[in-house]
């Protein structure tokens, strides 16, 4: 089966400026996940949708990132605008209800100058 | 609120040798899952293996083995054989498993080279 879909793999952006990131889950599986991952850190949660609900976006800065997943399938995530510490990999992972274990995308590498 | 910790940033190892990486965490619930998950150069986190917290038996992949002590709460990852391949980041994560969010909390991982 295909994995987690995650594009771009890369994205250069100036401060102030904004980024969309795209993911598609695996078919099937209802609960999609954003985390951020700092250099030399481990992944953070920044916001989980089952279906096309949000279950926990607790740790977003929801001054400036923004995430939808409006008909319960692909997502997106927004920062608006970038700041130099938002440079990160941004990984979606997804999983089915009946499991525990997240299967992650590749990820999309940001940075910001 | 959970927190997981590993206390090797970086280990190496030689080919064919066995490695152990260590993970500490700490919570106060009781059911729970326990994960290590590997992630390449090429940034895709992969899953290792996984444990439930309610199963006092190891959890076992192929060359890939954990070391669960409930009581001391650490959970550690030993690889038999080691390949080449198995050069990555190594992330150790927990899950509440009775919270309605399935968050994970990563460590802040294990670097291992495996040398040739």
């Known amino acids: 089966e295909a994995g987690v879909a995650q594009s771009p793999r890369y994205k250069i952006i100036e401060k102030r400026q904004s980024v969309a990131f795209w993911c598609n889950p695996i078919?099937?599986?209802?609960?999609l996940y954003w985390y951020q991952q700092i250099l030399g850190q481990g992944p953070k949660l920044l916001i989980q949708?089952?279906?096309?609900?949000?279950?926990?976006d607790s740790q977003l800065p929801k001054d400036r990132f923004s995430a939808e997943r409006l008909k319960g399938v692909d997502s997106t995530l927004k920062i608006q605008p970038a700041k130099l510490e938002d440079s990160a990999v941004y990984l979606c992972?997804?999983?089915?209800?009946?499991?525990?274990?997240?299967?992650f995308g590749p990820g999309t590498r940001l940075l910001v100058l | 609120a959970q927190t997981v910790t590993q206390s090797q940033p970086e280990m190496s190892v030689q080919e064919a040798e066995t490695v152990t990486l260590s993970c500490t965490y700490d919570t106060s619930e009781s059911n729970y899952y326990l994960f290590w998950y590997k992630q390449p150069p090429s940034r895709q986190m992969i899953l290792v293996i996984r444990?439930?917290?309610?199963?006092?038996q190891n959890a076992t992949e192929n060359r890939f083995s954990v070391n669960f002590q409930k009581a001391a709460k650490s959970f550690s990852l030993k690889i038999s054989d080691s390949q080449l391949g198995d050069t990555a980041m190594y992330f150790c994560a927990f899950m509440n498993s009775g919270a309605g969010s399935y968050q994970l909390t990563f460590g802040k991982g294990t670097k291992l080279s495996v040398i040739p």
């Open positions: 078919s099937g599986h209802a609960t």
């Open positions: 444990q439930e917290a309610y199963k006092q």
């Open positions: 992972a997804s999983s089915s209800i009946r499991e525990e274990t997240q299967y």
């Open positions: 949708f089952q279906n096309n609900g949000v279950v926990d």
